[in-house]
């Protein structure tokens, strides 16, 4: 699996061509009430809509005119849900939301960056993390982080930041034996394609399917409504 959003992480806008168009129905859920939607799932000979997966939600975006409601993966494919259909073999223009995108590459790296660092200060291997609309969630295998272990991997973090370490996409073939030399929790049952690798210069490699920024330096903190100097937070959960 290696679609263009995985290839180029930056493009925003992208042409391509209907493979099929084939009805379907998508399951959503506002305000505590669910809808069920009819619609399309259109899949194209390529795509810069991030499929979800690697705990990274799908991004959002256009095609043609038509929003684009959600996108999945199956096997080689990507999914795109939308409510209007789409001529096999006609030419589309997709447009990316780039907002919800660089937030999710921002916030994904930053989980990298943030289990590589606990991982090598302090042997706390990341059991799980999930990736929110205000903020994510990193959970390590210890019961607790003492106050100064805290602000250790918050001034480490913040170091490697303004360092302006490099974050670099690979793809290697499936049995290539630098993939043993990664971190992994393996490869879905239905992957195919090349195996993508995410490395932070002279800090991490771990094998990943979603998209990235290029530095680390692109892991700034958003403003909101004033300027001022900010930095990573972190909070220990008992």
């Not at 959003?5 to 168009?21: A, D, G, H, M």
């Not at 100064?148 to 991997?153: F, T």
């Not at 360092?163 to 690979?170: G, H, I, Q």
Request: proline share 5%.
């Amino acid at each position: 699996m290696a679609f263009k959003c995985q290839r180029e992480s930056w493009l925003q806008q992208f042409t391509t061509r209907v493979v099929s168009c084939c009805p379907a129905e998508l399951s959503t859920e506002t305000g505590g009430k669910k809808e069920i939607l009819q619609g399309y799932h259109v899949i194209l000979e390529d795509t810069i809509l991030f499929p979800e997966g690697g705990g990274q939600p799908d991004d959002r975006g256009f095609i043609n005119d038509t929003p684009v409601l959600r996108v999945t993966r199956q096997g080689p494919d990507a999914l795109h849900f939308i409510q209007m259909p789409l001529e096999p073999g006609s030419e589309v223009q997709l447009v990316l939301d780039w907002n919800r995108r660089f937030d999710h590459m921002q916030q994904h790296s930053g989980q990298h960056l943030i289990t590589a660092l606990a991982d090598l200060m302090f042997g706390f291997k990341t059991t799980s993390w999930e990736l929110g609309r205000l903020r994510s969630t990193i959970e390590l295998d210890t019961p607790s982080m003492a106050a100064d272990q805290v602000a250790a991997l918050e001034q480490s973090v913040n170091e490697k930041i303004r360092a302006r370490v490099p974050v670099v996409v690979r793809e290697l073939a499936v049995g290539d034996p630098d993939i043993e030399l990664v971190r992994s929790r393996g490869l879905p049952d239905d992957h195919t394609g090349p195996v993508r690798i995410i490395s932070i210069e002279g800090i991490d490699a771990n094998m990943c399917c979603g998209t990235h920024v290029s530095n680390l330096s692109d892991l700034q903190v958003r403003y909101w409504g004033r300027l001022g100097h900010c930095s990573p937070r972190f909070e220990a959960l008992d």
